[in-house]
């Protein structure tokens, strides 16, 4: 069965970096599109990020644009989600998403941004 497992998250300041991870398994990796979401504290759940099969087209939500980097090596089955120049708003924990015969997402990842 499909399982994906966030890593990476952790306790930075304002302008730090971070890179969270998604293993994936159960399903053909380079087959399929990859997103991240994140959900604030007492908030809807906001899509980040998308790549492609084959990794080379990628999308961005506004607020990150710029910022972060989503990649992916299929050699691996892994996701990638670069997080550069954080800001107090991007708190919040992150999840990695795949559909195939429905959405799946893993357990998520808490980052939390402060000063």
């Known amino acids: 069965q499909v399982q994906l497992v966030e890593s990476g998250g952790g306790s930075v300041q304002p302008g730090g970096s971070l890179r969270l991870s998604c293993a994936a398994s159960?399903?053909?990796?380079?087959?399929?599109?990859m997103r991240w979401y994140r959900q604030a504290p007492g908030k809807a759940t906001e899509w980040v990020a998308r790549v492609d099969g084959g990794g080379d087209a990628t999308s961005y939500a506004p607020s990150v644009k710029g910022r972060f980097t989503i990649s992916r090596d299929n050699a691996k089955d892994t996701l990638y989600l670069q997080m550069n120049n954080l800001k107090l708003e991007d708190t919040a924990v992150y999840y990695c998403n795949v559909y195939t015969s429905r959405d799946f997402y893993g357990q998520g990842t808490q980052v939390t941004v402060s000063s």
């Open positions: 159960g399903f053909s990796f380079s087959r399929y599109a």
